[in-house]
T-cell receptor, first 115, second 112 residues
Framework: AQKVTQAQTEISVVEKEDVTLDCVYE???????LFWYKQPPSGELVFLIR??????QNEISGRYSWNFQKSTSSFNFTITASQVVDSAVYFCALSEDNYGQNFVFGPGTRLSVLP | KAGVTQTPRYLIKTRGQQVTLSCSPI?????VSWYQQTPGQGLQFLFE???????NKGNFPGRFSGRQFSNSRSEMNVSTLELGDSALYLCASRIDNNYGYTFGSGTRLTVV
């Protein structure tokens, strides 16, 4: 069975601090896809990144970076120099297809960035 | 370009009633998926429709049903509401299997 664990329920940081959100997944599939979504107070899920199981290259996009470690089944997300607008709930998700069919979501991590 | 539109935004129903939620996907998107988000269970997949056919279904009781119309708009119905059905119901659409999903802002259902 597929499962996604986000052990950090809530994190609070002060603006400009770096913060890492942890994600650990379980799957028996050899091909799978990992995602991060941001859910601001308005409710919609905003797509951040997708990574397939064959691509362990880390990725950086502006202040965001992702560390995919297949050996530890982890897909961690780091925000550098956090800003108040980063405050949201962040979800890590696992899918059997490239674009997110039948997502299995983690429980989410609520990030609060204080001014 | 309009996003995924879900109506109503908020809804209060009484236990035992039924409810219908609506989702208008982005124009041109043929696939619509529904998710339930609760504090206890998190985000869970309900079902997915593509070209008016249900392609996938999550692990929910038969009280939860849906349908998709020829214009790709989708409705989700929950019958015999229970207190535990109180949740944020999110709809997501995409063009087809080769594209990612865009989520709506959800319908927050409260069952009293």
């Amino acid at each position: 069975a597929q499962k996604v664990t986000q052990a950090q329920t809530e994190i609070s940081v002060v603006e400009k601090e770096d913060v890492t959100l942890d994600c650990v997944y379980e799957t028996r599939d050899t091909t799978y896809y990992l995602f991060w979504y941001k859910q601001p107070p308005s409710g919609e899920l905003v797509f951040l990144i997708r990574r397939n199981s064959f691509d362990e290259q880390n990725e950086i996009s502006g202040r965001y970076s992702w560390n995919f470690q297949k050996s530890t089944s982890s897909f961690n997300f780091t925000i550098t120099a956090s800003q108040v607008v980063d405050s949201a709930v962040y979800f890590c998700a696992l899918s059997e297809d490239n674009y997110g069919q039948n997502f299995v979501f983690g429980p989410g991590t609520r990030l609060s960035v204080l001014p | 370009k309009a996003g995924v539109t879900q109506t109503p935004r908020y809804l209060i129903k009484t236990r035992g009633q039924q409810v219908t939620l609506s989702c208008s996907p982005i124009s041109g998107h043929r696939s619509v998926s529904w998710y339930q988000q609760t504090p206890g269970q998190g985000l869970q997949f309900l079902f997915e429709y593509f070209s008016e056919t249900q392609r996938n279904k999550g692990n929910f009781p038969g009280r939860f049903s849906g349908r998709q119309f020829s214009n790709s708009r989708s409705e989700m119905n929950v019958s015999t509401l229970e207190l535990g059905d109180s949740a944020l119901y999110l709809c997501a659409s995409r063009i087809d299997n080769n594209y990612g999903y865009t989520f709506g802002s959800g319908t927050r259902l409260t069952v009293v």
